[in-house]
Structure formats: structure tokens, C-alpha cells
């Protein structure tokens, strides 16, 4: 039987951002979800054109996951960047129903201490969900990076220190090619969020583990 990984991110795009080039790598090995927790654009759009932001996002990503050949994800609307707005336990509520059906082996999320608020609840909604109860399924909880949001953060008491490399030498031109979909929200060098700076970052991280590129991940727990 393979491994399941759920991938829980905030907003469309993160996924590609912080671990595109392991969906692809282990696409074939494993089975992988997504599931989105909201639409990433509706704290930057009027009322006149978030209908229209909204469906140029999530018509992207969707053709993002045509290009990645995986299921299609789980589409949530939570407020967007103001997850904070809302009762936690309802964001947990969301992640552990998907979780109990799901059973993953592996969960993939954010980074606890990025910049964005939804970044930060995510990733603690995550953890809360997948309390290590004696039933609980899940035996790997990683943590990604995603440029703009965990670089710009401000907080030294604890930075991204990755601790987990996944190789994708041979995937860094497709995760290039499934960023390059996400038009809406790619930006001009020398932003972080730049296709130059995400291949930069991705040749970092490979040199770190002595490979042509990796992504990077902090370990929040990996039960043996």
C-alpha cells in the first residue's frame, strides 16, 4: 500500500513555493492531497474585482495541478489573511476531518514562524490536529519555507534552520515551469518571490546537502 502525504497550505501557490519539487518527486510513489485553507486574494481585492481575482487564482492553480497530474485540491474559505478572525478550533475541525478520512502518513504544511498570519495558524492548526494519540496516523509532520513570507519574518527567536532535504535536481525545471502558472503572483527580480530567487533559493538549499537542488524542510516530528 503507498504512503499518503496531505500538503495543507494557506493559499494557492504556497504548495509549488515550498515543496513543488517533492510532489514531483514523489508523485509516483505516493499518493498526495491538497488542501487549501483560503483563496489568497481577497485581502488585496475591492468588492469589484475579488470575483475576478478569485477565479483568475483558482483557475491557475487548478491548471497547476493538470500540469502536476494529481488530484485536484480541497478548496476552503477561511478569511484570507485574517484566518486570526475567525475560532481556532474551527480551523482544527477542518484539518482533523480531512485527516481522519484521509489518513496520511505524512503531513506537509508551513513554517511556524513565517511572516502571514495564515502561514502562522496553518501550521499550528496542523500540529493541534495531529496530536500523537495512539490512532493518529500520521508518523511525519514537515514544515516548508515559502519566499516573501519566511525569509522577510523578523522574529530571531527562531528562524527556518532546516533539518530535511529532499533532492529535486531532476524536478527544479518542472517546479520552475508549475511556478510559472501561478502568473498572477510571480514578481520581478530581485523579489524574493521571483522565479530567479526560487531556483537561487532551491540551488542554496542543494548546496547545503551536497546536491544541484533541494527543498528544505524543518521537522516538527517523525514518529519510528
Known amino acids: 500500500m503507498r504512503n499518503k502525504i496531505l500538503i495543507v497550505a494557506a493559499h494557492p501557490d504556497d504548495e509549488i513555493l515550498g515543496c513543488g519539487g517533492t510532489i514531483l518527486k514523489f508523485k509516483k510513489t505516493h499518493n498526495i492531497e491538497v488542501m487549501f485553507m483560503t483563496d489568497g486574494v481577497s485581502s488585496r481585492s475591492n ?18 495541478f493538470k500540469y502536476l497530474k494529481i488530484n485536484k485540491p480541497i478548496f476552503n474559505s477561511f478569511p484570507d489573511n485574517e484566518m ?4 481556532f478550533i474551527n480551523i482544527v475541525r477542518v484539518i482533523e476531518k480531512k485527516v481522519f478520512s484521509y489518513k496520511p502518513d505524512i503531513i ?62 531532476k524536478f527544479i525545471k518542472k517546479k520552475i515551469n508549475a511556478l510559472k502558472i501561478y502568473k498572477s503572483e510571480i514578481r520581478k527580480y530581485p523579489h524574493s518571490r521571483s522565479l530567479k530567487n526560487v531556483r537561487a533559493l532551491a540551488q542554496v538549499r542543494g548546496t547545503s546537502c551536497g546536491r544541484n537542488y533541494a527543498e528544505a524542510f524543518v521537522v516538527s516530528r517523525i514518529i519510528k
Open 108 to 169: 506537509i504544511t508551513h513554517f511556524e514562524n513565517c511572516l502571514n498570519i495564515d502561514h502562522q495558524l496553518t501550521f499550528k492548526a496542523v500540529v493541534t490536529a495531529c496530536r500523537p494519540v495512539k490512532k493518529s496516523s500520521v508518523k511525519k509532520i514537515l514544515s516548508f519555507e515559502v519566499p516573501s513570507s519566511t525569509d522577510w519574518s523578523l522574529n530571531n527567536k527562531k528562524n527556518f534552520h532546516p533539518n530535511y532535504f529532499v533532492d529535486i535536481s
Open 47 to 64: 468588492i469589484k474585482s475579488l470575483k475576478t481575482s478569485k477565479g483568475i487564482r483558482i483557475n491557475e492553480c487548478l491548471k497547476v
Open 84 to 87: 486570526d478572525s475567525v475560532p
